[in-house]
């Protein structure tokens, strides 16, 4: 029985109940079922999981046979895809999104001050042999890049 003192029908709060006992849909039950979680069911799992206006135990089953391994491997591409700093598979799509864009950026912006650190160690070196370079009052165009650029620390996304 549900909290309500009614046999087991279909709402948000009693999905697991569907795998021991046949189940008849909402109507009927006062359980906590928002519209919105009403419209879900009528427009998306009623088709998948009702046959006949019954609940078929089976097709719920492999449903959330199917949302466990979801659940399951969702964690995974987004650890990898962010660099661990998300896992939780309910986290929204643009969350995600957003992170995954971020590592790339800094990804990025380490690769480029890693290609561009032997350039900067050659200007530096050639420079020291240049006294016009050691003038404060100085510019030109290398000097603008050095000043521009930092040499990437371990750890440190540039």
């Known amino acids: ?8 029908h ?11 006992v046949g189940l008849h849909g909402f109507d009927g039950c006062s359980c906590p079922a928002t519209p919105e979680i009403k419209k879900l069911y009528d427009e998306y799992w009623k088709t998948k999981v009702e046959v006949h206006g019954l609940l078929d135990r089976g097709a719920v089953m492999r449903e959330l ?6 659940l399951m491997e969702v964690p995974k591409v987004y650890c990898h895809v962010t660099g661990n ?11 995600v999104i957003s992170e ?6 800094d990804d990025l912006d380490t690769a480029i001050a890693e290609a561009i650190e032997p350039f900067r160690e050659a200007i530096i070196a050639r420079h020291a042999m240049e006294p016009q370079h ?5 510019e030109c165009d290398e000097c603008t890049l050095l000043a521009e650029t930092k040499p990437p620390t371990k750890g440190d996304s540039a």
């Open 85 to 95: 700093r998300i896992s939780k598979p309910n986290t929204h799509a643009t969350a």
């Open 134 to 138: 050691s003038r404060e009052d100085h």
């Open 1 to 8: 029985m549900c909290p309500d003192g009614h046999k087991w």
């Open 100 to 105: 995954h864009d971020d590592r790339q950026r």
């Open 10 to 20: 279909i709402c948000q709060a009693h999905w697991v109940a569907v795998l021991t």
């Open 65 to 70: 046979f199917d949302y466990h391994n979801m």
